[in-house]
């Protein structure tokens, strides 16, 4: 029978009763990457016999009557920003095509102690930079839904193969919406975890006060299943929170009762394309005719979110990406064409008569350095480690970074007030319907203001997700926002699952026949 339809839930049921091995779930969705994966490239790398050797020594563990874990013979994908020990973490960059970590990520050791299968390595833009999966240095993800169109970023491969069916569950990032984006482009479930949820430890840092680990998956249900694995306190961060981690999946299931919704004022003006306010305002009427209040709230310093991630994450990523210099390990520039260059410069330069510009030309280190830099990251990457080091340097960080931290603060006292009135905010995802490929990529200030509605969750540190809510005429997927305060993630999934209980947007998939 064909399983590729089927939820992550209902496949662990039918691997826990036999009806199917983990093997047999396994060659389905390996003959899916086989047959689409070609034309969609959601993989980086594929670890085919790898993964069923570990497919067959759980089913083996599953018939000697050994206890298994949560999630024990479910393929699982990872965005390839998170450290698999001897398995290449690229992060989508030349800097790192050929690095194998030596250690796992806490969360990729999470998945193999719950006994999951970890099926492959997905694209995703440079370091995390992009919201379009076009930054990667090894190639564009396409849309499940429409090729020709990106299935958002920087987590697109992750979403994609979900959405695709080559895989039940995935693990993206989400720095500015890179996990949320993307679900909503894709028409998947993604999740944001609230800042110290899940362990960073072993995900490849792109702004560390931003940075968090997340689920992509077709159902409420299915995320709920996955975050119930992934989250929790670890020792290796200190940012680490230590907060219990619920029943996700059993508080999923509860009654919704009686629910406050906010509406952001600020979310539905100029720039919101009328078929996403259409669906996302007949989702928020759905959960009215359920029982909920909604009101109309107000996030006034929203309009600053934008302008303040864009200092802020740059800045940190400016510092963050210093360590790739070619010397530590990842990429280094051709040295002995680099020293024939250098002495090609300083005899040009004593033959024009220029002695002092010969004498003060970089020192071969430093040269090795700017040439490595300059040849292993791409545009998009080099363009925020600039902007983020303006912003931090003499004469502009009081009037650039600093200031964009008091305005955070001001962002967070906006949703704090909000959740005194309201138990959510419900909103669009994104601005417009997946956009072309090819139609923003020379464009970068239309390309970040995708982030609109996302960045918001990220500088705040609560918890946001993304689940489908609609379609516009041309088929294309629409998300619908929800966010909660720090920690109630499980309202989230609560609301989600009752969504997806009334509606059937959760179980379109792309026709890819």
Avoid at 16 to 22: E, R, T
Wanted: glycine share 10%; proline share 5%; with cysteine.
């Amino acid at each position: 029978m064909s399983l590729i339809k089927a939820s992550a839930t209902d496949l662990l049921g039918y691997l826990q009763s036999g009806q199917v091995s983990a093997v047999e779930l396994l060659k389905q969705y390996l003959d899916r990457i086989e047959t689409h994966d070609g034309s969609i490239h959601a993989y980086l790398d594929v670890a085919r016999e790898a993964a069923l050797e570990r497919a067959e020594s759980i089913d083996r563990r599953r018939s000697r009557g050994e206890r298994l874990g949560a999630l024990a013979g479910l393929p699982v994908a990872v965005k390839d920003v998170l450290c698999t020990a001897g398995w290449a973490t690229t992060c989508g960059s030349r800097m790192l095509q050929n690095y194998c970590p030596p250690y796992d990520a806490t969360v990729v050791r999470r998945l193999l102690d719950a006994d999951a299968v970890l099926v492959g390595k997905t694209n995703m833009d440079e370091f995390a930079m992009g919201g379009s999966t076009e930054n990667s240095a090894f190639g564009v993800t396409r849309n499940p839904w429409d090729l020709t169109r990106t299935p958002g970023g920087s987590s697109g491969g992750a979403a994609a193969c979900v959405a695709a069916g080559m895989a039940p569950l995935s693990v993206g990032s989400d720095t500015g919406g890179s996990i949320r984006q993307p679900a909503a482009y894709c028409g998947v479930v993604g999740l944001k975890p609230s800042y110290g949820r899940v362990s960073r430890y072993g995900l490849v840092a792109f702004a560390s006060s931003l940075d968090q680990v997340g689920p992509l998956a077709a159902t409420a249900e299915d995320t709920a299943l996955l975050l119930e694995v992934l989250a929790g306190h670890d020792p290796r961060d200190s940012t680490s929170a230590k907060v219990p981690v619920p029943d996700y999946l059993l508080a999923s299931r509860q009654p919704l009762g009686a629910l406050r919704i906010g509406l952001v004022r600020e979310h539905f003006g100029a720039g919101l394309d009328s078929e996403v306010d259409a669906a996302v305002r007949e989702a928020v009427d759905w959960f009215r005719d359920e029982g909920a209040e909604v009101k109309e709230i107000s996030l006034p310093h929203s309009r600053y979110a934008i302008s303040t991630y864009y200092i802020i994450a740059p800045s940190e990523a400016s510092s963050n990406l210093a360590r790739y210099d070619g010397v530590h390990y990842g990429y280094r520039t051709d040295e002995r064409a680099m020293l024939g260059e250098l002495q090609e410069s300083r005899q040009r330069l004593l033959q024009e008569g220029d002695n002092a510009g010969a004498e003060n030309l970089d020192g071969t280190l430093v040269r090795m350095y700017r040439k490595t830099r300059a040849e292993a990251f791409g545009p998009e990457v080099k363009r925020r480690i600039m902007l983020g080091t303006y912003a931090l340097s003499a004469g502009y960080y009081d009037a650039y970074y600093l200031k964009a931290l008091k305005v955070r603060r001001l962002i967070r006292q906006d949703f704090d007030a909000a959740f005194n009135e309201v138990d959510v905010i419900m909103g669009p995802t994104t601005p417009t319907p997946p956009f072309r490929l090819g139609e923003m990529i020379d464009d970068p200030l239309k390309m970040y203001l995708q982030d609109l509605y996302t960045v918001s969750a990220n500088l705040t540190g609560i918890c946001a997700m993304s689940l489908p809510c609609g379609q516009t005429g041309a088929g294309l997927p629409i998300g619908l926002q929800i966010h909660a305060p720090a920690f109630h993630e499980h309202r989230l999934l609560q609301a989600a699952r009752a969504f997806q209980q009334g509606t059937d947007w959760h179980i379109r998939r792309p026709d890819l026949c």
